[in-house]
């Protein structure tokens, strides 16, 4: 990691403000090369992480901006090595223009999450931590931002790292009083720990347990809305979304393929699935988009079952229902609830709720019925897991601690039980990146946008 990195880190769309980043033992003599401070010196004079107004050139002396700059030097910095950042006017074009200056002088294009891998590698921060950084610039929720940040500081990496070095003073314990027996030390019993195993393993539990409801923070909930032609499917869609996402006519059969588009309901973050009426017809292509609506139903988190209200219950009504009685979790819809209301009772042991899409009546029920079903776990923010690499780690951790207590149980050897703690300790070590391979590690920084 001895070169000098560089990237763009504002995206390529004109703003107000544009970013160039660079890291890497170049990175204060790359500053010099390109921007003269105002108040005189260079920027190898100044002190760490302040902003000093001044001129940006190119390598010709030729001016570009008139912008601020920021060195920060290793260790004290994002990536634990020496780096600058250039905080220039949000000219797509100034910006590539400052970045193949930067290239010329001997710097080269960063990677996908470099940055942050730079961090990691350099000890800035836990692979639980790093994974947050991603998580917290894709959050589309409230949650989502508190639990990234939660994860961001440390919150998943402590409650690891207490049950390693927890499980590692046991290991240590016992290691010692077997390879210097003639030495003054407490004797070891197994039992003495047990206590402590039994609080990590619990941890552990509790850590799982929030993955299910962690996925929905970063990526939704799959809620497909199910019903018959004319239902009021793609009306309850665009009400929800807030504008005319889908389209809408008194046309049968409008919607011939899925619709999908994310929204918050009750505080959980939903992907809308608006899906083709549900009937038997001739039409090849309607035909098509019936099948992909009974898939995106199988594959759903949640259905909405959208029947229309004012109407008697039609023919295919049952299907609609059975469709949504499947399902993880479903509620049925009364539509159209501003009519005259012609549906006396439904036959289904779901929630049902009369809604308008018009006048919005019954979206305050709907979103409290939906909180109702999808609560928060009930956990501080940042101890929510929200990817698999992470609730696999644990799984195996919490699974190597049961066998160890079974193993005590039993009656076993000090040294079986051992060896179950020592496979949690290795399961631990992949969570927050104490040991982890090479190939795992570049996935994980793939995920980044270049310049984060």
């Known amino acids: 990691m001895r070169d000098t990195i560089a990237a763009i880190s504002t995206g390529g769309q004109v703003s107000a403000i544009g970013i160039v980043r660079v890291s890497g033992e170049k990175s204060t003599a790359l500053a010099d090369r390109l921007f003269i401070p105002s108040a005189g010196g260079g920027m190898g004079t100044q002190p760490d992480r302040k902003l000093v ?24 910095s994002y ?35 470099e940055f942050t891998k730079r961090a990691f590698l350099n000890g800035k921060m836990d692979l639980s931590s790093a994974e947050a950084v991603i998580d917290l610039i894709d959050a589309e929720s409230t949650e989502a931002v508190r639990n ?7 919150a998943v990496h402590r409650k690891a ?12 314990h016992f290691h010692a009083v077997l390879d210097y027996p003639d030495e003054d030390l407490e004797a070891f019993r197994i039992r003495d720990y047990e206590a402590s195993m039994r609080q990590g393993l619990k941890t552990l539990q509790v850590l799982l347990q929030s993955f299910e409801r962690g996925k929905t923070l970063n990526t939704g909930l799959r ?79 949640l259905v909405l079952a959208v029947l229309d209200g004012s109407r008697e219950l039609e023919r295919g009504a049952e299907q609609v229902l059975a469709t949504a009685d499947r399902a993880k979790r479903g509620i049925v819809l009364l539509s159209k ?49 929200t990817n698999a690499r992470q609730a696999d780690a644990v799984r195996r951790a919490a699974e190597s601690m049961e066998a160890a207590l079974r193993c005590l149980e039993e009656g076993r050897t000090p040294d079986i039980v051992l060896t179950e703690t020592e496979t949690a300790m290795q399961a631990l070590g992949e969570l927050t990146g104490r040991s982890i391979r090479d190939d795992i590690t570049d996935r994980i920084f793939a995920r980044f946008c270049v310049g984060k």
């Open 223 to 301: 809620t497909a809305i199910i019903g018959l032609p004319n239902a009021g499917k793609s009306s309850l869609l665009n009400a929800l979304v807030g504008f005319d996402r889908a389209i809408v006519t008194e046309v049968p059969g409008t919607t011939r393929d899925t619709v999908e588009e994310r929204v918050k309901v009750g505080g959980v973050l939903l992907r809308l699935i608006d899906t083709a009426g549900l009937r038997e017809t001739e039409d090849r292509v309607e035909r098509l988009g019936v099948e992909r609506s009974l898939e995106a139903a199988a594959g759903a988190d």
């Open 148 to 154: 990234a940040a939660g994860q961001l500081s440390g």
């Open 79 to 113: 990536t634990g090595e020496d780096t600058a950042e250039f905080q220039c006017h949000g000219s797509p074009m100034l910006l590539e223009t400052l970045l193949q200056e930067l290239f010329r002088l001997g710097a080269r294009q960063a990677l996908p999450g």
């Open 337 to 385: 609830a501003d009519l005259p209301r012609k549906v006396t009772a439904v036959p289904t042991s779901l929630p049902v709720l009369s809604v308008s899409s018009l006048s919005g009546e019954g979206f305050d029920d709907l979103e409290n019925l939906i909180a109702e079903l999808f609560p928060l776990p009930s956990v501080p923010a940042g101890e929510i897991l």
């Open 53 to 76: 107004y001044g001129e940006l050139r190119d390598r010709e002396g030729n001016l570009l901006d008139l912008c601020m700059c920021t060195v920060s030097r290793g260790p004290n």
């Open 161 to 172: 790292e207490e049950i390693y070095t927890a499980l590692g003073d046991i290991s240590a």
